[in-house]
């Protein structure tokens, strides 16, 4: 009788390949339906597992999703800190938006998984986090490059979020249209950041008339 149950069910697993079934399974199923609406019953189904195996490997649900979300950060920004690695700082720029790109096309659960809102009671977790990492990185990068330069490199965090913020909502729009490829949507987001890098100012100051446009829109007392 337990022969004919397995059959029908999933194939008998090491624990670590069952480990590997349940995260891509999981993957699916958090891509699809979001943190909320995912439940244990519906892993173990796809799985074709029973929910005490779900448990037994990653304690529940809110484990298994921290998991998956620890797992794609780190292929994430393994990704971009190779292509940052090496190059001319516009090479550098060119091949950052280009790997998160082609993670948002090659790996789109994953995307979905990372873009969604997290459980609050996960403090690491989501795009939020992937983000602060990934920008961390950047700005290493642009803290040596602003001070060959002569800028303040005090200055390279900002940039560096900003950098990534705009490659990172692009993204997220480039999820529904799908076009153009994503080699073209690296060129013109490099080609933007480029230009803006290759002529900043040592010491940006915003314009006279909106300082003044803006002390003009205070509310009086």
Do not use: C
């Not at 891509?24 to 439940?39: H, L, M, N, P």
């Not at 780190?74 to 998160?100: C, D, K, N």
């Amino acid at each position: 009788m337990s022969r004919k149950k397995r059959a029908a069910g999933s194939p008998r697993l090491n624990a670590s390949a069952r480990r590997a079934q349940l995260l891509e399974t999981a993957r699916a199923v958090f891509a699809q339906r979001g943190y909320v609406a995912t439940s244990v019953e519906e892993i173990a189904a796809r799985a074709k597992v029973s929910k005490p195996i779900v448990y037994e490997h990653f304690g529940g649900k809110e484990g298994l999703y921290a998991v998956l979300v620890d797992r794609e950060m780190e292929y994430v920004v393994a990704r971009i800190s190779e292509a940052i690695s090496s190059g001319t700082p516009r090479e550098r720029v060119e091949r950052a938006a280009l790997a998160f790109l082609l993670y948002v096309r090659d790996q789109r659960e994953g995307f979905l998984v990372l873009s969604r809102d997290a459980p609050v009671a996960l403090a690491r977790g989501g795009m939020s986090s992937l983000l602060n990492d990934v920008a961390e990185r950047v700005s290493n990068v642009f803290t040596a490059t602003f001070k060959q330069a002569g800028y303040d490199s005090k200055a390279a965090p900002l940039y560096a979020h900003a950098l990534v913020g705009m490659v990172t909502f692009v993204g997220q729009w480039w999820t529904e249209t799908r076009k153009p490829s994503v080699e073209e949507v690296a060129s013109h987001l490099a080609a933007l950041a480029w230009m803006g890098l290759r002529h900043l100012p040592k010491r940006p100051a915003l314009t006279t008339a909106t300082v003044a446009r803006g002390r003009s829109s205070k509310p009086s007392r």
